[in-house]
């Protein structure tokens, strides 16, 4: 079962969300599709959104 995507707030460190989607992309066999590819693009935006908060960078909500 995916788990759910994190709750609005402060971004979870970009470490976590990094080892959350390799472990995604290792699970599926390399091959996304369908819910898999789902999680793994709202894992990649968190991703995005974490590593530019951690570098100071302003991000704003798309």
Not at 19 to 43: D, H, K, N, S
């Amino acid at each position: 079962m995916i788990p759910p995507p994190p709750t609005p707030g402060s971004p979870r460190p970009a470490a976590v969300v990094n080892e959350e989607i390799r472990a995604l992309v290792a699970e599926a066999g390399c091959w996304l599709y369908g819910e898999t590819r789902q999680r793994y693009e709202m894992l990649r935006d968190e991703w995005t959104v974490a590593t530019a908060a951690e570098r100071g960078d302003v991000v704003e909500a798309a």
